[in-house]
Nanobody, 115 residues
Framework: QVQLVESGGGLVQPGGSLRLSCVAS????????MGWYRQAPGKQREWIAR???????NYADSVKGRFAISRDNAKNTLYLQMNSLNPEDTAVYYC?????????WGQGTQVTVSS
């Protein structure tokens, strides 16, 4: 059973930065397009960034220019560098395959942006 373990969240002030990590317990990690998703309180989970196996990258308009997704296939790890954070970025952040979330969701990592 594949496990996804997200980490790196926390409390940060507006304008601050965080780097999230997601480790996948699967040896074929490099064969999957991966994405970052988030779920804010009272809202549905939404996709925010994705990286294809070719390295092609796309972002949701809400994070474009502020967030950067990357991956290290040797470490089975997906990253999300988040800069210029604002309170609207407060959410639980998850990783999964893209475009369809085919793996079991991990516990996510909480990001809270507040002064």
């Amino acid at each position: 059973q594949v496990q996804l373990v997200e980490s790196g969240g926390g409390l940060v002030q507006p304008g601050g930065s965080l780097r999230l990590s997601c480790v996948a317990s699967i040896s074929t990690f490099s064969m999957y397009a991966m994405g970052w998703y988030r779920q804010a309180p009272g809202k549905q989970r939404e996709w925010i960034a994705r990286i294809h196996i070719t390295g092609n990258i796309n972002y949701a308009d809400s994070v474009k220019g502020r967030f950067a997704i990357s991956r290290d296939n040797a470490k089975n790890t997906l990253y999300l560098q988040m800069n210029s954070l604002n309170p609207e970025d407060t959410a639980v952040y998850y990783c999964n395959t893209f475009p369809a979330a085919t793996m079991n969701w991990g516990q996510g990592t909480q990001v809270t942006v507040s002064s």
